[in-house]
């Protein structure tokens, strides 16, 4: 057994994980891959499979992806994974509905809490198991920081947002996502490092899936 993978088991039981829900965005329109690039095959399952596969790699509370395409959502009923569709076109709409869901669940379910919210795009396959579970025990240290994956200060994805930011995260402008948020906050924001940059690229084209491929151990 490898040590990341006990370390992971151990968390698993332990559901020290559970104050955190996980929103999988899944909603872009793929404009310069030139088709949906999250049915793309990368390392044998499709770049959303994989995206769900690094979900598990933390046991959250709530996980919930957010999509417009109707393949995704079949993925989801395959997989077990709550699920909204929607036709929204901003990404502060898909925000608002992950974080409106989340937020009403939580609500039903008196006895559990949302300390923080994840959001974990679909096109970066290569986050590793260790770095997710960094970004959450960083997020539970700091408490109502805003947590997110960097390398050598370059901030990336995926970030944690506190409680406190709920309501800011409701209401973006039009068209903004939560970066509009870590912008807005600099000195709220705790950067978590990777330990190798390529956990942080996305795949736009589809020479991107074959520079990434590289990387895979």
């Known amino acids: 057994m490898s040590p990341s993978r006990g370390l992971g088991d151990v968390y698993k039981r332990q559901n020290i994980f559970s104050s955190i829900s996980c929103i999988i965005m899944a909603s872009g329109m793929s404009k310069r891959f030139g088709t949906n690039k999250l049915l793309a095959s990368f390392n044998n399952n499709t770049l959303f499979e994989n995206a769900i ?26 997989e077990h994974i709550h699920c909204i569709k929607h036709n929204m076109p901003y990404r502060n709409d898909m925000v608002r509905l992950g974080v409106s869901r989340i937020l009403k669940e939580t609500n039903r379910h008196k006895s559990c809490c949302t ?46 947002f506190p409680a406190k930011y709920y309501d800011e995260l409701l209401n973006l402008p039009e068209k903004k996502g939560g970066g509009f948020l870590t912008k807005k906050y600099p000195a709220q924001v705790v950067l978590v490092p990777v330990r190798d940059e390529y956990e942080l690229y996305d795949i736009d084209t589809p020479d991107d899936i074959t520079r990434l491929l590289k990387f895979l151990h």
Do not use: M, W
């Open 115 to 160: 300390q923080g919210i994840l959001f974990l795009p679909s096109d970066q396959p290569l986050i590793t198991r260790t770095s997710l579970q960094l970004l959450c025990l960083t997020f539970l240290y700091y408490d109502d920081k805003i947590c997110r994956l960097s390398y050598k200060e370059n901030a990336g994805s995926p970030c944690i």
């Open 53 to 78: 596969n690094i979900s598990h790699f933390v046991s959250f509370g709530k996980t919930l992806a957010v999509t417009r395409h109707d393949e995704l959502v079949q993925i989801c009923e395959r």
